[in-house]
């Protein structure tokens, strides 16, 4: 009887260590800690109200009716202890334990997000107004340090100081502020000059077709938003976009060139738009003529500057954009072979979705104020128009590598590839293809080699062209 009850005994306590094993991990907001004794505040009236005449129920059976002989007689609720025979007592009770610490445990994850988002927030609060700061100081310096100019802009530029900014790092006034009246003024009168020279030509037979062309192509830029349908800027982007073809004949106006102002033309016009107004909205006209006369110049002279360095994509045959766009392949090959091999397979080539991303600066691609946040840093870079483009357009593809994968053929492809869903995106998403881009240009730029790797040799074509011959000699 003796080794009977001690084996019992044991069975008794294995089948408690058992139980308590199987209990939940211990995690905060978990009830492991009031299984092993610890009262907690919240649950306190939980546990009280547990019926301890009830047996505890085990995944072998009841453990009163297994081991009724070792477990002790149970005690009326005035006298009872907080011991584990009360604490474990209903297991009607421990679902509605668990409910409610899962429920403690999210709201306690809830809170931490909550948390994080709120300090987020504010340090990027904190962040832009040090940069606010370091902006008002350095364009109100007389002789503006460009370096540092560059430095801060490249990561955004707060829309109060962009259209200064911008007409600085595009190089169409001088860093020093004494000679910027002087410079803006003798720019303004000398566009103007050309509109006189250049703009009655527009009806003769030799460049109608030039100027058919782009009044064909203005109504159809940006046509969702209201300010460039208005009659009075399209007429000023007629003059801007003619008296830079005629001053260009090598490549004169080539469809796309008319998206390239538009970003400009906006970020000036912010300067003289009320605050709180939305510029998609505004009424030009009622701007004086003089505003509208140095936004138009100015625009001009801005474009003017960024079409420098990429005219040879507008020239006979664009082979500007031909060769990045080789480049582009050259890279994707290199960085992401499942999507390299995919577009293969399926018979896409790049210039097929590729030309526009060039042509037009990825302006169709995203939203406008999307462009103006790229743009920040593309008149940051060295060469940003013509070179750091490139990997823009390399990061921007492989960002939507994972979808293009799960189309499984040509026209699923070139559907998603032309129609990719940007419409929200912000300044947010623009700045993680930025930074991809900036990685890719650290790894590529300085080894242009490895862009185009030498071709190994195909030894088994050889090997078989030598066999024919040797075969056609025998014969």
Same mark, same amino acid.
């Given at each position: 009887?003796?080794? #009977?009850?001690?084996?019992?005994?044991?069975?008794?306590?294995?089948?408690?260590?058992?139980? &308590?094993?199987?209990?939940?991990?211990?995690?905060?907001?978990?009830?492991?800690?009031?299984?092993?004794?610890?009262?907690?505040?919240?649950? %306190?009236?939980?546990?009280?109200?547990?019926?301890?005449?009830?047996?505890? +129920?085990?995944?072998? =059976?009841? /453990?009163?009716?297994?081991?009724?002989?070792?477990?002790?007689?149970?005690?009326?609720?005035?006298?009872?202890?907080?011991?584990?025979?009360?604490?474990?007592?209903?297991?009607?009770?421990?679902?509605?334990?668990?409910?409610? @610490? &899962?429920?403690?445990?999210?709201?306690?994850?809830?809170? *931490?997000?909550?948390?994080?988002?709120?300090?987020?927030?504010?340090?990027?609060?904190?962040?832009?107004?040090?940069?606010?700061?370091?902006?008002?100081?350095?364009?109100?310096?007389?002789?503006?340090?460009?370096?540092?100019?560059? +430095?801060?802009?490249?990561? #955004?530029?707060?829309?109060?100081?962009?259209?200064?900014?911008?007409?600085?790092?595009?190089?169409?006034?001088?860093?020093?502020? #004494?000679?910027?009246?002087? &410079?803006?003024?003798?720019?303004?009168?000398?566009?103007?000059?050309?509109?006189?020279?250049?703009?009655?030509?527009?009806?003769? $037979?030799?460049?109608?077709?030039?100027?058919?062309?782009?009044?064909?192509?203005?109504?159809?830029?940006?046509?969702?938003?209201?300010?460039?349908?208005?009659?009075?800027?399209?007429?000023?982007?007629?003059?801007?976009?003619?008296?830079?073809?005629?001053?260009?004949?090598?490549? =004169?106006?080539?469809?796309?060139?008319?998206?390239?102002? @538009?970003?400009?033309?906006?970020?000036?016009?912010?300067?003289?738009?009320?605050? #709180?107004?939305?510029?998609?909205?505004?009424?030009? *006209?009622?701007?004086?003529?003089?505003?509208?006369?140095?936004?138009?110049?100015?625009?001009?002279?801005?474009?003017?500057?960024? /079409?420098?360095?990429?005219?040879?994509?507008?020239?006979?045959?664009?082979? =500007?954009?031909?060769? +990045?766009?080789?480049?582009?392949?050259?890279?994707?090959?290199?960085?992401?072979?499942? /999507?390299?091999?995919?577009?293969?397979?399926?018979?896409?080539?790049?210039?097929?979705?590729?030309?526009?991303?060039?042509?037009?600066?990825?302006?169709?691609?995203?939203?406008?104020?999307? &462009?103006?946040?790229?743009?920040?840093?593309?008149?940051?870079?060295?060469?940003?128009?013509?070179?750091?483009?490139?990997?823009?357009?390399?990061?921007?593809?492989?960002?939507?590598?994972?979808?293009?994968?799960? $189309?499984?053929?040509?026209?699923?492809?070139?559907?998603?590839?032309?129609?990719?869903?940007?419409?929200?995106?912000?300044?947010?998403?623009? =700045?993680?293809?930025?930074?991809?881009?900036?990685?890719?240009?650290?790894?590529?730029?300085?080894?242009?080699?490895?862009?185009?790797?030498?071709?190994?040799?195909?030894?088994?074509?050889?090997?078989?062209?030598?066999?024919?011959?040797?075969?056609? %000699?025998?014969?």
């Amino acid at each position: 009887m003796r080794g #009977g009850n001690k084996d019992q005994s044991n069975s008794s306590d294995r089948s408690l260590s058992n139980h &308590t094993i199987s209990s939940p991990q211990s995690k905060p907001g978990n009830i492991q800690s009031i299984i092993y004794g610890a009262q907690h505040p919240p649950l %306190a009236h939980l546990l009280n109200n547990l019926d301890s005449q009830q047996p505890l +129920k085990h995944k072998h =059976g009841s /453990l009163k009716n297994k081991h009724s002989s070792n477990l002790p007689a149970p005690t009326s609720h005035r006298h009872a202890g907080p011991g584990l025979g009360k604490r474990l007592n209903a297991e009607k009770n421990y679902d509605y334990i668990s409910d409610y @610490t &899962t429920n403690i445990s999210n709201l306690r994850i809830s809170e *931490d997000k909550n948390l994080y988002r709120t300090a987020s927030q504010f340090l990027a609060s904190e962040q832009e107004s040090i940069k606010m700061e370091k902006f008002s100081k350095l364009m109100s310096s007389e002789n503006l340090d460009i370096d540092e100019l560059i +430095k801060l802009s490249w990561s #955004g530029i707060h829309p109060k100081y962009r259209p200064l900014t911008w007409k600085i790092l595009s190089h169409y006034i001088p860093t020093c502020v #004494g000679r910027r009246k002087e &410079t803006l003024d003798r720019k303004r009168k000398e566009y103007f000059a050309f509109v006189v020279k250049y703009y009655p030509s527009r009806f003769e $037979e030799i460049h109608k077709d030039m100027y058919r062309q782009i009044h064909i192509d203005i109504p159809r830029m940006n046509p969702l938003i209201d300010l460039f349908q208005q009659p009075t800027v399209q007429d000023m982007f007629e003059r801007i976009l003619y008296i830079w073809a005629m001053r260009h004949p090598a490549s =004169g106006y080539v469809q796309g060139i008319n998206d390239l102002v @538009t970003p400009f033309f906006v970020v000036f016009l912010s300067e003289y738009v009320p605050s #709180g107004t939305s510029i998609d909205n505004f009424v030009i *006209d009622k701007l004086s003529q003089d505003i509208l006369k140095d936004l138009e110049s100015d625009s001009f002279w801005c474009v003017s500057n960024l /079409l420098d360095g990429i005219q040879d994509n507008y020239t006979f045959a664009q082979p =500007g954009i031909q060769e +990045k766009v080789n480049v582009l392949k050259h890279l994707v090959s290199r960085i992401n072979v499942p /999507l390299y091999n995919h577009l293969r397979e399926n018979e896409v080539e790049y210039l097929q979705f590729a030309f526009r991303w060039m042509n037009n600066l990825l302006m169709r691609e995203i939203p406008l104020k999307c &462009t103006i946040r790229l743009w920040d840093t593309y008149l940051s870079e060295t060469n940003g128009f013509s070179h750091f483009h490139l990997y823009v357009c390399v990061a921007f593809l492989n960002d939507w590598s994972d979808r293009i994968l799960r $189309e499984k053929d040509f026209q699923g492809i070139m559907l998603l590839v032309q129609n990719l869903p940007t419409k929200n995106w912000s300044e947010k998403e623009i =700045g993680m293809i930025l930074a991809e881009a900036y990685k890719l240009k650290y790894i590529f730029a300085d080894s242009p080699r490895h862009l185009f790797p030498t071709q190994p040799i195909n030894h088994e074509y050889y090997n078989k062209e030598d066999k024919d011959k040797n075969s056609d %000699a025998i014969c």
